[in-house]
């Protein structure tokens, strides 16, 4: 059996992988414990200059627990982490009330926010739909991700479109209740949300304070092709959060499927999605997905199969050219 890691040594290594791979020194002090730790605290202010806060997917760092990942999270130069809580999360759901504190004071403890947290929760009747939005929102978490909500066979659209909607619109309740926003997230596929319209249909009258949508323009570019400007206008008023990755069509075996990539090497047009986010004045966090090959961090596993410096480096890469794109659209400084 391998042998694991420890802890302190993991922490060394992630801190000289990360001073390796960002080009440059930065000083590393030792605490009293004898811990090493990155001096930079430069994520710690809220800094108007960066309005959009940039969290990485805690799905990518699955391979971390807590202190690890968000120190990681930190010196690559996240603002934040979009917390998995969730069956196959980092937190999981029937022991949130005692996880989610510790999750979120480590990373809070590197100088990291979590405004944003990734669920399963479809219903409010759900027995544990509660217990986490009430301890997400008693710890300053602002935003959250609905699950999936399929569409049955042999049952009318618009029947199920009517059922989801009251669906919703109790979790709106329960969301306003709690002071945290709901958000569907459009995937693409034949789950509902995948044409947008629907997603539209099911939201437009609900207060966008406690229901609304995660909108994922990789999804949208798959499913809308040229014509995703027009669902995301359609939502635009409810979307508080934005899901970044990035992909092209590819022929497998005499069947198209999709490849994704590092971003910028696909075929999701940023520039003019992030000139539209800028028109729509929407400005909430951003989660960063890195769904493309790279040793299991991209599917949520436990452990790698590739060196830790190369999905750092990959993260700090992805991080890059996001923030390039953010700039040029004036959305930070």
């Known amino acids: 059996m391998e042998e694991e890691v420890p802890v302190s040594s993991r922490r060394e290594f992630i801190a000289k992988t990360l001073l390796a791979t960002a080009g440059m020194a930065f000083p590393i002090i030792t605490t009293e414990a004898g ?78 926010s979590v405004p944003m947290i990734t669920t399963k929760i479809t219903d409010a009747k759900d027995p544990l739909t509660e217990p986490i939005l009430k301890t997400a929102s008693q710890l300053g978490v602002k935003y959250y991700r609905l699950g999936y909500l399929p569409y049955p066979d042999g049952v009318p659209m618009e029947t199920t479109l009517q059922k989801y ?104 047009d940023f520039k003019k999605f992030f000139a539209l986010v800028k028109q729509y004045n929407i400005s909430g966090p951003i989660s960063l997905h890195l769904e493309y090959p790279l040793g299991g961090a991209d599917t949520g596993a436990r452990k790698l199969t590739v060196p830790e410096s190369t999905v750092i480096e990959a993260m700090r890469k992805d991080l890059t050219t996001l923030r390039g794109w953010l700039k040029e659209a004036q959305l930070s400084g």
């Open 35 to 112: 811990k090493s730790t990155n001096i930079i605290t430069h994520r710690v202010s809220s800094g108007a200059d960066e309005p959009m806060k940039v969290c990485i997917f805690s799905k990518q760092m699955h391979w971390l627990g807590y202190e690890a990942m968000a120190q990681t999270a930190a010196q690559i130069g996240f603002d934040g982490i979009d917390l998995t809580v969730r069956p196959d999360g980092h937190v999981k759901p029937e022991h949130v009330e005692t996880e989610l504190p510790k999750a979120i004071a480590a990373i809070h403890k590197a100088g990291l």
């Open 165 to 268: 909607k009251q669906q919703l619109k109790a979790l709106a309740d329960l969301n306003r209740k709690y002071n945290i926003q709901g958000a569907y997230q459009n995937h693409s596929g034949t789950d509902v949300g995948a044409p947008v319209w629907d997603l539209w249909y099911l939201i437009k009258e609900m207060d966008p304070r406690w229901m609304g949508s995660q909108y994922d323009i990789k999804h949208a570019t798959l499913e809308g092709g040229f014509s995703w400007p027009l669902g995301f206008k359609a939502i635009q008023s409810h979307i508080k959060t934005l899901d970044i990755k990035d992909f092209f069509w590819i022929k497998k075996n005499g069947k198209w499927d999709i490849q994704y990539t590092p971003l910028g090497e696909g075929m999701v």
